[in-house]
Structure formats: structure tokens, C-alpha cells
């Protein structure tokens, strides 16, 4: 399957997606909770269809419509294994939620995922009481429980989507928690975790992100549960308004104070000279002169897609720093960019940590998405000033975290047709 995008006008208003981060850990809790979980305002991308496959089967009763999710929780699985899709945060999030379960169950997932490190869960859970074997240390693991809570270290340097997990997990376990951890990366989805636990009644408590102190025996309840919009699928429509040649892009449904890594994309934006005018749920973005601009993203790697596509449109040399954490993500991102935008035109040099791009008038071509979502999604923005029509290949996969992008870009002026 391809799409081709043809250089566009961009002028419009369009809702942001939910954010799959918010709604896949709300989807956790509730499996947890107490009492039925109503979630509002859900996104039914392949992530989230992943964690409500594992939470049924976990023993979860789930209703789900366009507007609601409704989840009676209950740890009792129907079978043993669990399929986590291609979603790096659900097999590395359920893995000690799994563990709180008392014979042993299967994480496994599809694609990439495969090959994405599992190895950081092997000694704290093995600390906690939990029995684990990895298959070189990537997926599919096993656990058997029972998670008993306790003392053990955690190794943050390559996601905090493990960390995530036993946040979660541990107020549900017997015994009180002590959680030592190094070299946390991407500590805002750490604060997404936090505010998700208070709003499920859940407590934990940490000093400077390297010590988490967590009573067990903790009880969640919260009736409803409004995810709120997703800054990771905004930040391609907001940089579709700064790069558009008289370009204006109002997105709704966002919180300006939410705790999500991808609202630093309004850094960026201004830091390029594009016009930002933000009220409390919702940014407009107006085109300017675009000049280039330093951006650290090591705490929100995924937005180096569309700051490459911003990058690329801003006169001068911008530069990125945070690539080293591009290496274990639906592809090799750092690389896929370099690959597929130098096919386009563009100059991009990698130097270790740090990606260089130059400004320059990007030509039409084709590109392949790597089935990475967030590659597909830049290659749309990519045509919008393009010489030519830009031709994806395997756009579907942008299913995985925003299956209406490119109806939402067809919205506000992209041209695109198969």
C-alpha cells in the first residue's frame, strides 16, 4: 500500500487524537481497580487495541464504543499467554502487572518488538519475588509470581517503560517498596504514570526520580477516566502550520499543562520563529520566517520526526541532540530519518548524540516508512513544501499510534491520494 501527498496549502482546525500513552496506562489501572473503570475519549489505535487484548486476557470484562471504554477489572486470566502487539510500553508496563498473578504467563508481541530489550526487568523483578526468563533478552518473557514487593535497583538508561510498570503494580503488592533507579531517561512519562496513579487514588512517593518509596496493599478507585489529547500526534499538525507557506493550524483537545514529553514541541516551534498563540485546550500555530534552531529531545525522542520535517524548512543548521535515544523504536529512527529525508533532498549528519540538519528545499520522491508510525507521519510533512509529491510506502502503520492522521492532514489542507 502507498500514499502519495502533493506540496500543500495548510489552513485549518482539527481535534487532537487521544494520547495512547494516557489511555494504555488508564487501561492498566482499571484492570487493577477496585471498582468499573468508565474511560472517555478513546483513540482505538493498534497500541490501545493491544493493552485491552492483554487486560481481557488477564480476566478483565471490557465494553468498548466510540466515545467509552468500560472496564470491570479482576486479575484472573483466561489463558497464558499474553499479545502485546507491536507496543514497546505494554509488554514492558504488564510484565510486573502480569507478576502479580501467581502461575506462570507468557508476554510475546509482533513485528519489531521482537527485537526491542527486554533485559531491565530481569533483576528487579527477580528482587521482587518474581521468576523471569527473557529470550535473549527480548521478547516473548515469561513471570511467574506472585510480585511481593521489596527492594530492588532499576536501570532507566534505556526506557521508563519498565519503571512504569512497577509503579503500577507494586501499590497492589503485599509487601511496602523501595525502588533505587539510575539513569532515568524521559522522566516527564514518569510524571504521565504519577498523575494517572493520583487520579486512580494510587500513591507513590520518590526523591529527584532516584529513589520511589511504594506502600503496598493500595487500593484503586476512580469511576471515570477523561484521557486527555495527544501532544505526540499533535506536534505533526502543529509543525504542518509552522512550515506551510501562510500556513494556520489550530489544535483542540490539548493541556497546556499536561505532563506529556511531546508538549516541549512548543519550544521548538517558537525557537524556530513560527507564531504560537495558546489558550487552555488549544494552540495555533501561524507560519513565519523559519530559522534553525538547538533542540535537546533526549527526554522526548519522539519528536524527532517532525523536528526533522521542521528542521528541514528553517534556514540554516538546526541541531538535535538525544539520537542515542532513536535505537530501539519501531525502527532504527535516527537512521531511518537520515535514509529516508536525504532521499528527498535533505543534509542530515549524525555525530553520535547530536543529528545536523540543514535547511534546504526538499524535492518530491518516494520514501519507506520502516513501519514506523512516526516516519509516516513525517513524510507527510515533508511534501508540504516539497517540489513534488511525496510517495509513501506502507503509511497504514501510522495505525499504531494515530489511525486517522491522514484524514486529520486531508482536514487541514494536505493533499494526499492513493
Known sequence: MKKSIKPSKIKGIVKAPASKSMLQRAIAAALLAETPTKILNPTYSNDAKAALGVIKALGARVTADKDEIFIKGGMNPTGDVLNCGEAGLSIRMFSPIAALWHEELTLTGEGSLLSRPVTMIE?????????????????????????????????????????????????????????????????????????????????????????????GNQRYRIGEYQVE????????????????????????????????????????????????????????????????????????????????????????????????????????????LEKEFSTLGAVIRIYGNRMEILGTKLKGGTIDSHNDHRIAMAGALAAINAEGDVTIQNPQCVAKSYPDFFDDFTAIGGIVYE
Open 229 to 336: 489529547g495527544d501532544w505526540s500526534g499533535a506536534s505533526f499538525l502543529l509543525v504542518a502550520g509552522a512550515v506551510a507557506e501562510g500556513g494556520n493550524v489550530t489544535v483542540t483537545g490539548l493541556d497546556m499543562e499536561s505532563p506529556q514529553a511531546d508538549r516541549k514541541i512548543i519550544g521548538a516551534i517558537k525557537a524556530a520563529g513560527a507564531s504560537v498563540k495558546m489558550t487552555s485546550d488549544r494552540v495555533e500555530i501561524t507560519n513565519s520566517k523559519l530559522k534553525a534552531f538547538d533542540f535537546d529531545a533526549t527526554h522526548c525522542p519522539d519528536l524527532f520526526p517532525p523536528l526533522v520535517a521542521l528542521a528541514c524548512n528553517c534556514k540554516g543548521t538546526t541541531v538535535l541532540t538525544g539520537v542515542n535515544r532513536l535505537t530501539h523504536k519501531e525502527s532504527d529512527r535516527a537512521m531511518a
Open 123 to 215: 533483576k528487579p523483578l527477580k528482587a521482587l519475588g518474581v521468576e523471569v526468563f527473557t529470550t535473549n533478552g527480548c521478547p516473548p518473557l515469561r513471570v511467574k509470581g506472585p510480585l511481593q514487593g521489596g527492594e530492588a535497583e532499576v536501570d532507566g538508561s534505556v526506557s521508563s517503560q519498565f519503571l512504569t510498570g512497577l509503579l503500577m503494580a507494586l501499590p497492589k503488592a503485599p509487601k511496602d517498596s523501595r525502588l533505587k533507579v539510575k539513569d532515568l531517561k524521559s522522566t516527564p512519562y514518569i510524571d504521565m504514570t504519577l498523575s494517572l496513579l493520583d487520579a486512580f487514588g494510587g500513591e507513590v512517593q520518590h526523591s529527584n526520580y532516584e529513589t520511589f518509596f511504594i506502600k
